[in-house]
């Protein structure tokens, strides 16, 4: 099955910093790839996804980047602010007609952005 | 758009009774959806998926007598877990896929915080 480890478990910045979250991903044919952030005592809220026909998409100060050929993605924080302290789940999927496969986590990452 | 609820959000249990946790897509018809459980500081771990009209798919090592998964209609789905005991404590979130947008995409419901005493 699909293995998807991240990088760094912990980081922090100082606000007005940039922050990079890393990821990879073990099953080649896995080709959704979505960021949830988690607040402390809350669900997890989409903030960003990619397609694996695509190498980058950017929303605002949220970007991700894909490498299929590495097998990694990783997500981009500019301008960081103190709202985006908060724990970082990537996640992969093998996504087939009808939907209904399984997103793989990886281990989390708690950002810490420092005033 | 894609906003899914959950109840209640924090439940107090004795050991040995059931708890029902409720799982609704309030804008979307969800045909499936899922159950995830997380510990403290720990990633998110998918119990079972949730289909609309048929039984749900457990994933290995989930008890499927003790975590009862009903999905009755296109917007709710619940989980009963049964004879809860205090190894049961823990953070259950559900998540549904909007079949509108990229069919892989889960919207996560706020989650429901069990502690068994």
């Known amino acids: 099955g699909e293995n998807v480890e991240q990088h760094p478990s912990t980081l922090s910045v100082q606000e007005g910093d940039s922050a990079v979250i890393k990821c990879t991903y073990s099953?080649?044919?896995?080709?959704?790839f979505p960021w949830y952030k988690q607040e402390l005592g809350k669900g997890p809220q989409l903030i960003i996804d990619?397609?694996?026909?695509?190498g980058e998409k950017k929303d605002q100060r949220i970007a991700v980047t894909l490498n299929k050929t590495a097998k990694h993605f990783s997500l981009h924080i500019t301008e960081t602010q103190p709202e985006d302290s908060a724990v970082y789940f990537c996640?992969?999927?093998?996504?087939?007609?009808?939907?209904?496969?399984?997103?793989?986590f990886g281990t989390g990452t708690q950002l810490k952005v420092e005033l | 758009g894609a906003v899914v609820s959950q109840h209640p959000s924090r439940v107090i249990c004795k050991s040995g009774t059931s708890v029902k946790i409720e799982c609704r897509s309030l804008?979307?018809?969800?045909?499936?959806m899922f159950w995830y459980r997380q510990f403290p500081k720990q990633s998110l771990m998918l119990m079972a998926t949730?289909?609309?009209?048929?039984?749900?798919?457990?994933e290995q090592g989930v008890e499927k007598d003790k975590f009862l998964i009903n999905h009755a209609s296109l917007t709710l789905s619940t989980l009963t877990v049964t004879s809860a005991h205090p190894e049961d404590s823990s953070f259950y979130i559900c998540?549904?896929?909007?079949?509108?947008?990229?069919?892989?995409?889960?919207?996560f419901g706020p989650g429901t915080r069990l502690t068994v005493l």
């Open positions: 996640a992969a999927l093998k996504g087939v007609t009808g939907g209904g496969n399984k997103l793989t």
């Open positions: 990619i397609r694996s026909n695509v």
């Open positions: 998540s549904a896929r909007d079949p509108a947008g990229f069919t892989d995409t889960q919207y």
């Open positions: 949730s289909n609309e009209g048929s039984k749900a798919t457990y």
């Open positions: 099953d080649s044919a896995s080709n959704y």
């Open positions: 804008d979307f018809q969800a045909t499936t």
